[in-house]
C-alpha cells in the first residue's frame, strides 16, 4: 500500500518537478561494424534507420512473438545503448549472443559504469534551464550530449509519467557531481526527490507496462496495443512472421487496457479478477494497481478480452469480495497536469 506522503509527492512531481535515481534499470551497450544489421534482424523497430541521437521504445521477441524483453533503445554516434529494467540484462545478453555468430558486433553489460538519473515534471524545463540545458524543441525518444558542472551527460528525452521528463546518463564517478548541480537549481523551483513506490504510482498514472509485472514471456508484443514498439515493413525479425499474421488477419484475444475504479473503492490486489457486468463471466484480470492523488481514486493496467477493451466499456473488478465499477480508459491515465 502506497503511504499517504508517497501519493502526496506523485501530485508534486507531476505539478512541479522531482528527481529519482533509477538504481533498478540497467544499461547495453552496442559497437562494431554489424552492430546494425544484426540488432535490425532481432528487435521489434526499424534499428538501420534511426538517425544518430534517435531511439525507439522496442522489444525483443521470440519465434511466437511473445515479449522476452522490452527496453528504451538509441543510436549514439556509430554505437547503440539500450536502457531497461536490470533484471532483464542477463538475459537479454544471453538471448542475443544465442544467435550471434560472425557478425562484428561487441554486446557489453554497461549497468555498473553509469548512474541514471530521471528528471520529471511541468518544471522540467525550467530546472534545466538553470544547468543551462533545454529540451523544448526535441521529440521524443531522442538522446543529446551536455554538460552539467563540467561533466558530459547523456540527456535522453524520455516521460516515466505521461507528462515533460529526461533521463540523465552520467558515468559512475561523475554522478555525485550531477546530483549536486541537480538539486542547488532545483532549490528556487521546489524539486522534490521521490522514492520506488512515488514512482510506481507515476508509472501506472502513465500506462507504462512494467516487465514481470504487466508483460511476461506469456505476453504477445499487440497485447500490449503499444503500436510504436513495432515496425512492420522493415522486413524480417524474431516473431515477424506472427506479428505481420496479427495485423493482416486477425487480432489477439486480449489487450492491456487502464481501469478507473470508483473513488471509495480500496486498491486492488494484482490478479484481481475483472468481469462483466452483464454476463457475470471473468473477462480479465489486474496486473498492476495504485491510488491515484491526482486522479482522486483507484485505476489499474490489466487484461481484458479484445471485444471489451474499448474506452468507457464498464466492468467489474473484485476488491476485497465485492465487486467494483470499472471504466475502461484511455492511457495514460494522467497526462500532462496543467
Known sequence: MTSQTEQERSVQVRRNVGWTELTDWGVLAFEGEDAAKFLHGQLSQNIQKL????????????RKAKVYADMLFYRWGNAYFALLQKTLVSTTLERLESVHFAE????????????????QGLKKEPLLKQLKITTQQLAPHTVFEARISSVAVRVVHESLTGGPGVLLLVATEDAEAVRAAL??????????RYGQET????????????YGVDVTEQNLLPELGREEMLCYDKGCYLG?????RIKTYGQVNRLLVG????????????????????TDDAVGRVTSAVYSASLGRPIALGYVKQKLAETGQQLEIEVNGTRVNATVSALPFVPDIK
Open 259 to 278: 481501469l478507473v475504479l470508483e473513488s471509495e473503492s480500496s486498491v486492488p490486489q494484482a490478479d484481481a479478477p475483472v468481469r462483466s457486468p452483464e
Open 199 to 210: 514512482a510506481e504510482v507515476l508509472r501506472v498514472e502513465a500506462g507504462l507496462p512494467k
Open 183 to 192: 538539486i542547488d537549481a532545483g532549490q528556487s523551483l521546489g524539486l522534490v
Open 240 to 244: 515477424q512472421e506472427i506479428v505481420a
Open 51 to 62: 538517425a544518430d541521437g534517435a531511439g525507439h521504445r522496442l522489444a525483443l521477441l521470440d
Open 104 to 119: 562484428k558486433i561487441a554486446m557489453t553489460d554497461a549497468t555498473d559504469r553509469y548512474a541514471l538519473l530521471a528528471v
